[in-house]
């Protein structure tokens, strides 16, 4: 049992801004979880994961009623919606989200759990990796019969991987195109978009003064006086996309939508197609009913049942 109800809301989940830093502070350290489109999807999966009620169903499809009290609210210490949020960043960031049972009923059925963070947990594995041998939770020892897990991407062992780590490499460039780009902008907006050009060479001072004058006349706000063959060149810097670092940042942002199965559209990032206000729900429905399904809902089904 451990059925979604799966909801069609009108009402599409917003993306999360950040502000209050600049790229440097957040992409310091090459934390790829620090990239803005990394942040917006992650939080996007987890709230719209956790605004869906989680309801137990019979084999024939009908519901238990009343509904299980762990799938109601899984701790009794946070809303329910604070530990699907937890399990599914736990699930994007690490690969796999740790639950701990913490309580049963008499009929040896769980009735609440609590989600574990995962630099608390270690673990050992039999010598293929095929399965986990012990549990420590703060270096206790747990009993296997109320540890479950959540895996991301299983791949040759059970030692499940997050989707983002499997491009770690290519991500790490993407913070540095950031980094490249704030530079860039901080360096080249300090640098007037014009020249003044002599015909003749200018006396020892003669520049330095005349770069004065004209830098006066500008902050009085009124125009400067030329002569003697001088005239105003203005010019365009090579910007960032000239240098293809922007089409960098929005290639990978594609990609990053696509490694956690969010279509651009929902992301507000560029997409070769087209998409109308029209289109923008259906397009929301379709990855509730697949990318998010798929990827998300049903792994977390699978250990509540």
Wanted: glycine content about 6%; proline content about 6%.
């Amino acid at each position: 049992m451990g059925l979604w109800q799966t909801l069609f809301s009108e009402n599409t989940p917003g993306i999360t801004a950040i502000d209050g830093a600049t790229f440097s502070e957040l992409l310091s350290g090459s934390d790829i979880y620090k990239i803005p489109t990394v942040v917006a999807g992650r939080q996007l999966i987890a709230d719209t994961v956790s605004s869906f009620p989680m309801e137990a169903v019979y084999p024939d499809g009908t519901k238990v009623e009343p509904n299980r009290t762990l799938l109601q609210r899984p701790s009794p210490r946070e809303p329910a919606s604070d530990t699907f949020e937890r399990i599914v960043n736990s699930m994007t960031r690490h690969g796999i989200a740790w639950l701990r049972i913490t309580l049963r009923g008499s009929d040896g059925y769980p009735s609440a759990l609590e989600h574990i963070d995962n630099g608390r947990v270690t673990y050992s594995t039999d010598q293929q990796q095929t399965q986990f041998m012990s549990i420590d939770i703060d270096g206790i020892r747990q009993d296997m019969r109320d540890i479950k897990y959540v895996p991301m991407v299983l791949d040759g062992t059970c030692i499940p991987k997050a989707p983002l780590d499997t491009i770690r490499d290519n991500l790490e460039d993407l913070i540095q195109a950031y980094q490249f780009s704030n530079q860039y902008y901080t360096f080249t907006g300090s640098v007037p978009p014009f020249a003044i050009k002599s015909d003749v060479k200018l006396a020892a001072g003669q520049a330095e003064k005349l770069a004065d004058a004209w830098a006066a006349a500008r902050d009085k706000h009124r125009p400067a006086i030329l002569s003697g063959g001088l005239e105003i060149e203005t010019y365009n810097p090579v910007s960032a996309k000239d240098a293809l670092v922007l089409d960098a940042i929005s290639y990978w942002d594609l990609v990053i939508g696509r490694i956690l199965n969010i279509p651009p559209s929902l992301l507000n990032v560029q997409s070769a197609s087209s998409l109308t206000y029209s289109t923008v729900l259906d397009e929301f429905r379709r990855w509730l009913a697949v990318g998010l399904n798929t990827s998300y809902l049903h792994r977390i089904e699978a250990v509540f049942s």
